[in-house]
């Protein structure tokens, strides 16, 4: 009997922690722009420790950084695509997808894609 609401709690609290994990990827999300997003300023936001934030990022597979830097390189991606922003300087792009360096964004744009961010728009707008 003890085993059975045990595992019932382990169930419930397992959902919790999904949703949870949903709406903290969806605020990184929202927010990856912010070149000051932190982990600090997420946990807050949702009534967590930073340390809770972590575990359950972990539990989920990723890292704080590992899904923000995500967000800010699909920000950068859709940025470098969108014909209004072909006279934009890839440094105001990756000012503008939340990254602080622009050189840090041109290495992190590369290994995930393969090509520096310039290639990849001169490719879609030539």
Do not use: C
């Not at 949870?20 to 990856?32: C, F, G, K, N, V």
């Not at 859709?78 to 997808?97: G, H, Q, T, Y």
């Amino acid at each position: 009997m003890l085993a059975l609401a045990a595992g019932t709690q382990q169930a419930n609290m397992a959902r919790h922690n999904a949703s949870l994990l949903a709406r903290l990827t969806h605020t990184i999300a929202e927010q990856s722009g912010d070149p000051t997003l932190d982990p600090a300023s997420v946990a807050s936001e949702h009534g967590i420790s930073k340390r809770y934030l972590h575990l359950v990022l972990a539990q989920g597979g990723t890292s704080f950084g590992a899904t923000l830097i995500e967000f800010r390189l699909k920000r950068a991606m859709a940025l470098l695509e969108d014909r209004r922003f072909a006279r934009v300087s890839i440094a105001d792009i990756a000012w503008r997808s939340g990254f602080s360096n622009p050189s840090h964004f041109a290495r992190r744009f590369r290994h995930r894609f393969g090509v520096a961010p310039a290639v990849f728009r001169k490719t879609l707008h030539t």
